[in-house]
């Protein structure tokens, strides 16, 4: 018991200390679904120097503060507010290494895969577990051997393939860890090579480019030197970016981690693609060349790490230990222990031995903790995960599956999520009178020309390839320029024009803006691109029609950057250019017109939100876009179908009104009293749309709840607002799913019940993996087939046709011709000979094996490479990843969720029942007699374990319903449903019972301690109890609207019939010889009438209440988030009926 429980383990193995310094262990509890509560030794350091106390949990040291009297994590200097300075001068460690090595320990975390052998160990010291191996033992007391050694295999093939899921599980992760390598780092004035594992926060290291199969070792903070990083292992997008250093930031100006300077973070277990060289370092250049970097986390620590530690913790098995299973079983144990109190009671009349009658009061009260459940709601969920896994959708954390059926809302971005990436270039508009005329980008005038040509991030890499954002790439295609070495930008037609990107102030989520100082022949050029309401203030020549160009395209769905410029005075110098501050950049522009992209959807995008909209969700947009775009997107998804508010910012003066209700068309407008109640009644009249300034505003309103309740679009939102909407929504009650896919979106994915992260992959790319994964599996296992036998000296094995072209021809690979011809390969009659003499002759083996090199080669030469994803930051910190973008996703993982969630409560009626009846069964029964032989209870076993297993292999249909399944256990309908078949089991239990009575009547002193023999009362028992289970299953079985109906679930619907069929063959002595084998006594007509007459009417009667009960009180409705327009108005006309 101390080994399942904590707090049991504390209170038999521990006492209470008085203080930190007197104790020797610490009992910690983590969030929930975050890991097991532990109880970790106190680690004590004391020596003339100084004195620590710490504990390590789930990989993290935490260290004791006397001041405060708290357990911490280490602190690191980017925790604290720290000056630019601080960075920019560092100049690496020099004596206090000792000291930090101490404190933060090495730089590594390894993800332990445990071996099966481990997981077993781990699951075979589960409670329910050592449940069930108790009540096989019991089982065994009883004498029923057959039908114990069944159970116990059956046990361990279960709990043997929960072992190998979890295992799996795992190794889908193990990847993510950075085996050590050679670093360059500054320590005590020199430069020093190291292993990476060794690195320290505070290091001045020297960043190069990272290796194929290697990323970052640690996070660090870019001081001088640029970089360019593929962070696909953190955000999942494998679009490059470039990291600026620090060097030109104001000294004195506060390090801004997630703001201004999020640009020069590089995060561990990225890969670096290009660096360039520091410019005038501190330091003397280190040896490689590399960019300047000060490491700033390490080991677990780093962003990776404490994302690796998640997975690693968070909860791995689907238990029944939620509170619904506990007051469940407790609910069964009252009937328990009241049929263990007649049994004590009858039986101490009766004079038995008090040692039987504890023995079947502990059978009686065991019997009714269903021992098959977590094995039960474990297959339900593995079942899902395996569904999904084929669309190549992964679960981290299984338990959250069965939210999934659940769920009421479901949020989505809209960039990469509903819309795709590549965004169109249709033109540059505002540079005439006409408000909807768009220029070509290649008839804009020069100037506006130039600010395309500057305001980017695009670098050209060293193999040629230009890496950044689509947007800017199509940009700068369309008007026919090209990024080319050392930040030079030059027409493709005609080179002399060009210009070179002199300092770049990056894009910032919170400006709307970025902009670039570029040299164009000798005059400098300031080129800024942003969001048109920020730059409108920053522009001296703004055109009349300004707002209204802008927001007609930003109407129709266009996406729209203003663009803005002006030229430096004439020789400034660089060192004025790296002084210059970004808010004297940005300010005395001259209008360059309006950038207009189409956002093309995803093709899956309408289809799917109009089938979560038919399937009583609530569908959301949560998108940093502006909200005209944003609102045209909701509508041609239908996630809006009336007129639309938006609550935002006055453009112009309302007296004291911070907000305003704005209708797309501007025809309608509402100004708004942060300060006073909202006016609720615009709830019902109109789709609302919520700015990320109108939120701000309004985060601690009275009418918070009810204005996100109500709300179909937030628009211009922040990262941290996206979590805050998230939040709100769940304190209200509802669950909620989001779907992103990127690094703004990892908040809210995290605070969704359901996150999913949409990665960039395509059908054929995960196809290309899978069949390179499978290659390399069956290569493998070959060659561990051909060490065996060589080992033992065999004659080797024959070469399987899928891995064929791998190996050289000869007389153990018949298949080569073929496999290289299946490849694409032609094979010439000279080369088809040579083969032909390598098979039949092994002595040329190495020209044989140089000439399958040569084929081989000239095969891969032709074929397309293998995309690789790896699982990032967004997707780890999400529950579930898809692997590829499609939003179709979402309806995917939501029909596996109420698959899962109608299996579980269909598995809580089914085994309810069982218990019940054998609680009556070991009590009633047993004290008359009633005995089942070992036959009997193993050919019953084997057959309804059939059906055991076909419930949670059920597969969830296509469309998803209208309806809702059940929420929970405890309702009327669940309940009355369990409890009026149970009365009706009973019934008909009591009846055969009388009757077998009047054919045989009771004997008036009964053996309790006699072995099993064939009787008439043991028959019509043993044939009624096997119809009831029939009837158990058939009429609580679940299908449709939900998943396949019980003829289509094979295995179940053959399995119940051979159950019912052995009943009915039974009870009518269809088959004799069967009766035989069954220990079944012959039966007189009018018995075998009443008793076939029983098994059917039980079926049938409840199979009456299920449908009763179900059509009159089973909830399946939608909550009232997710009523749409048409079922709101109905729900009124209801409700006044009322």
């Known amino acids: 018991m101390p080994f399942w429980n904590v707090e049991i383990d504390r209170l038999f193995k521990t006492t209470v200390a008085n203080s930190v310094e007197t104790a020797k262990l610490i009992r910690l509890v983590p969030a929930p679904n975050n890991g097991a509560s532990e109880i970790c030794p106190i680690i004590r350091i004391k020596n003339d120097e100084y004195e620590e106390t710490s504990f390590v949990f789930q990989k993290r040291r935490f260290i004791y503060d006397p001041n405060t009297n708290t357990f911490s994590p280490p602190k690191f200097l980017i925790d604290s507010p720290q000056k630019i300075s601080a960075f920019q001068k560092s100049e690496g460690l020099t004596k206090e290494i000792d000291e930090i090595s101490r404190k933060y320990g090495l730089n590594k975390f390894d993800i332990p895969v445990p071996t099966f052998t481990e997981l077993f160990k781990e699951h075979a010291v589960a409670p329910f577990f050592v449940f069930q191996i108790f009540c096989v033992a019991l089982w065994f007391l009883d004498e029923m051997w057959y039908y114990s050694l069944f159970s116990l295999f059956m046990l361990f093939t279960f709990e043997s393939t929960v072992v190998w899921q979890r295992q799996r599980t795992l190794k889908e992760f193990r990847g993510m860890g950075i085996q050590p390598y050679e670093v360059y780092v500054y320590r005590e004035k020199k430069w020093v090579e190291i292993q990476s594992d060794h690195l320290l926060p505070g290091d001045l290291v020297s960043v190069t480019r990272t290796k194929e199969d290697s990323g970052l070792p640690c996070d660090l903070v870019l001081i001088n030197g640029t970089a360019i990083v593929n962070e696909a292992m953190l955000s999942g997008e494998s679009t490059p970016l470039l990291k600026e250093s620090i060097q030109l930031r104001p000294p004195n100006d506060e390090f801004a981690y997630d703001g201004l300077d999020k640009n020069s973070l590089l995060y561990g277990g990225t890969k670096v693609l290009q660096i360039t060289a520091p410019v005038n370092p501190h330091v003397p250049a280190s040896p490689d060349g590399g960019a300047l970097a000060v490491v700033t986390k390490s080991g677990f620590e780093t962003s990776q790490g404490s994302l690796v530690r998640v997975m690693i913790f968070s909860t791995e098995r689907v238990g029944a230990g939620n509170k619904e299973a506990y007051f469940f079983i407790l609910f069964l144990l009252m009937f ?45 969920v593995n079942t899902s995960l395996a569904a999904l896994s084929k669309y190549y959708i992964y679960c981290t954390e299984p338990f959250r599956i069965p939210f999934a059926g659940r769920i009421d809302v479901c949020c989505f971005d809209k960039t990469g999520t509903l819309t795709g990436e590549d965004l169109v270039l249709e033109g540059v508009a505002g540079l005439s009178t006409e408000i909807r005329h768009l220029a070509n980008v290649k008839e804009i005038p020069v100037e506006s020309t130039l600010v395309l040509g500057a305001a980017h991030a695009l670098v050209l890499l060293d193999d040629g390839e230009i890496v950044g954002d689509p947007m800017e790439k199509n940009t700068l295609k369309a008007i026919g320029w090209t990024v ?21 102030f990056q894009f910032s989520s919170a400006l709307k803006r970025s902009s670039s100082i570029a040299d164009v022949h000798g005059r400098t050029l300031v080129a800024v691109k942003g969001a048109p309401e920020t730059l409108k203030h920053m522009i001296t020549n703004v055109p009349p029609q300004y707002e209204e160009t802008y927001k007609s395209f930003t109407r129709t769905g266009s996406r729209v950057l203003a663009l803005g410029f002006k030229f430096l005075e004439d020789n400034i110098t660089p060192a004025k250019i790296n002084k210059i501050s970004r808010e004297n950049v940005e300010k005395d522009l001259i209008f360059g017109g309006f950038l207009v992209f189409h956002c093309p959807l995803k093709a899956d995008a309408v289809e799917t939100v109009k089938m979560l909209n038919e399937s009583s969700h609530r569908v959301v947009m949560i998108t940093g876009d502006n909200p005209l775009t944003a609102v045209h997107v909701a509508r041609e998804v239908a996630i809006v179908e009336r007129e639309t508010l938006i609550l935002d910012l006055p453009e112009e003066s309302h007296g004291s009104h911070e907000l305003v209700w704005r209708s797309v068309d501007e025809t309608t407008i509402i100004p708004v009293k942060s300060s006073e109640p909202l006016n609720i009644s615009l709830f019902e009249e109109y789709d609302l749309c919520v700015t990320g300034y109108a939120l701000a505003k309004l985060s601690n309103h009275e009418h918070i709840v009810d204005l996100v309740r109500h709300t179909w679009i937030y628009a211009r939102v922040s990262p941290s607002q996206k979590e805050f909407i998230l939040t709100v929504l769940k304190e209200a009650g509802y669950v909620t799913l989001m779907c992103g896919d990127g690094t703004n979106d990892v908040g809210a994915l995290k605070q969704a019940h359901v996150g999913v992260a949409l990665l960039n992959g395509t059908n054929e790319g995960m196809k290309k993996i899978a069949e390179v994964n499978k290659v390399n599996a069956i290569k493998a296992v070959y060659e561990k087939q051909v060490a065996l036998m060589q080992r033992w000296s065999g004659q080797v094995p024959p070469v399987p046709a899928a891995i064929a072209h791998l190996y050289p021809p000869g007389p153990t690979n018949p298949h080569y011709v073929k496999a290289i011809e299946a490849r694409g390969g032609t094979i010439d009659e000279k080369t088809l000979a040579e083969i032909r003499e390598a098979s039949t002759n092994q002595a040329p083996e190495q020209k044989a094996a140089d000439l399958a090199d040569k084929l081989t080669a000239m095969l891969e030469d032709g074929d397309d490479e293998a995309p690789t994803l790896k699982l990032g930051d967004a997707s780890v910190a999400a529950p579930f990843t898809s692997k590829l973008g499609d939003v179709s996703t979402i309806t995917k993982i939501i029909r596996q969720g109420r698959c899962t969630l109608v299996a579980t409560i269909q598995m809580y009626k089914i085994l309810a029942l069982n218990c019940l009846i054998s609680a009556y069964s070991l009590s009633v029964l047993y004290l008359a007699g009633i005995k089942i032989g070992d036959a009997q209870a193993t050919a019953s076993g084997v057959l309804l374990s059939v059906c055991f297993l076909s419930i949670s292999r059920s597969q969830a249909i296509e469309k998803l319903s209208k309806q809702r399944p059940q929420p929970g256990i405890f309702n009327f309908y669940i309940m009355g449903s369990i409890l009026g078949q149970f009365a009706v089991h009973i019934a008909t239990l009591i009846y055969i019972t009388d009757k077998v009575y009047e054919l045989e009547p009771r004997e008036a002193h009964i053996d309790l301690e006699a072995k099993f023999t064939p009787s008439l009362l043991n028959t019509a028992i043993y044939l009624l109890q096997l119809g009831q289970q029939v009837s158990t299953f058939a009429v609580n079985y679940q299908g449709r609207p939900f998943r396949q109906s019980l003829r289509e679930n094979r295995g179940m619907y053959y399995g119940l019939l051979a159950v019912g069929a052995l009943a009915l063959a039974g009870s009518t002595e269809f088959v004799p010889e069967l009766n035989e084998l069954l220990k079944l006594v012959p039966m007189v007509e009018s018995f075998k009438f009443k008793l076939t007459s029983a098994i059917v009417l039980d079926l049938a009667v409840c199979w009456g209440i299920e449908i009763v009960l179900k059509f009159f009180f089973m909830d399946y409705k939608a909550s009232d988030i997710a009523l749409r327009l048409e079922e709101r108005e109905g729900a009124l006309v209801q409700k006044k009926n009322k």
């Open 336 to 380: 328990a222990i009241a049929a263990s109190r007649y049994v004590w009671t009858e039986g101490v009349k009766m004079d038995r031995k008090r040692s039987k009658l504890i023995l079947d009061c502990i059978l009686i009260i065991t019997s009714v903790v269903p021992p098959e459940l977590p094995m039960e709601l474990t297959m339900a």
């Open 484 to 504: 080319g070495k050392n930040d030079r930008v030059h027409s493709i037609e005609n080179p002399a024009n060009s210009l070179r990107i002199l300092r770049r």
